[in-house]
């Protein structure tokens, strides 16, 4: 298993479902990795590509969007956390509001998934993050804690787990919380339960070139998760450059 501690950041690239093998291809071609190595860098491509790009992968990490939280046997179309430890995967996104509200995932399934991952030494990057409704009723705090509580699992630690907070409203759309705001909720979330205080805590949610120094160079942010800025190579070589 990845040993966390290795890490002063962590990048992570959510690619959703979007690529094709040509895109991939140039992608790597172009992508220029920081001289600090201490930045772990990954890239999670739908699951039919994983086998691909952990066998061309130069220098970074591959994880996967989803896993299934059956360990095997009559679920058709489902991914075990096994299946992508034989991959080569080191990290996989479990909980991303997209899968909570397209697909229904509860933070029981959360559980189970995350369960699943660190039995087999995968690092499950554990999503989570409130609505505009919540945010707007002041009760994002609340919220985030009932998630945690629910979808981290019992084997789950600072060294085998990370944290990713995701507004649902900031995804996609250009919109983030203030700077403070971001500090402020990463705080919450490390301190509210002595469980997570040495939890890595990722930041998610309309992440790109311009605004990606500010919110990593925060002392309770640990690195940021990227969806629609990791698409573009040049872009995505620029926020996680030196
Ligand atoms: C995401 O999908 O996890 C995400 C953060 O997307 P974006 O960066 O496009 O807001």
């Known amino acids: ?20 093998f040509q895109f991939i291809d140039q992608f790597i071609s172009k992508l220029s990795l920081p001289k600090d190595r201490s930045k772990c860098v990954v890239i999670c491509p739908s699951s039919i590509h994983l086998d691909y790009i952990s066998k061309h992968k130069i220098g970074f990490y591959v ?18 956390a096994e ?6 995967v080191s990290f996989c996104i479990v909980g991303h509001s997209e899968r909570r509200q397209i697909f229904y995932e509860k933070d029981e399934d959360i559980n189970l998934k ?7 030494k995968l690092i499950p990057i554990v999503c989570v993050g409130e609505t ?25 630690n600072f060294g085998n787990t990370i944290i990713a907070y995701e507004p649902v409203w900031a995804i996609g759309t250009g919109l983030t919380p203030t700077i ?15 469980k997570f205080n040495n939890y890595k805590i990722l930041y998610g949610g309309s992440v790109k070139s311009n605004n990606v120094k500010d ?28």
């Open 132 to 156: 505009l409704e919540q945010k707007e009723k002041g009760i994002t705090n609340q919220v985030l804690a009932k998630q945690l509580k629910a979808s981290i699992p019992n084997s789950s």
């Open 114 to 120: 995350s369960a699943n991952l660190i039995a087999n």
């Open 1 to 20: 298993m990845i040993k966390l501690d290795d890490f002063s950041s962590f990048f992570v690239a959510n690619w959703k479902l979007n690529g094709n």
């Open 63 to 80: 994880g996967s969007q989803n896993v299934s939280q059956h360990k095997e046997g009559a679920f058709t179309g489902e991914i075990s």
């Open 83 to 88: 299946s992508l430890s034989d991959l080569n």
């Open 180 to 194: 403070e705001e971001i500090n402020n909720t990463h705080h919450f979330l490390k301190n509210h339960n002595p």
């Open 215 to 242: 919110i990593i160079s925060l002392s309770n942010v640990d690195g940021a998760l990227i969806g629609g800025a990791s698409l573009n190579s040049d872009e995505f070589t620029k926020i996680i450059e030196d």
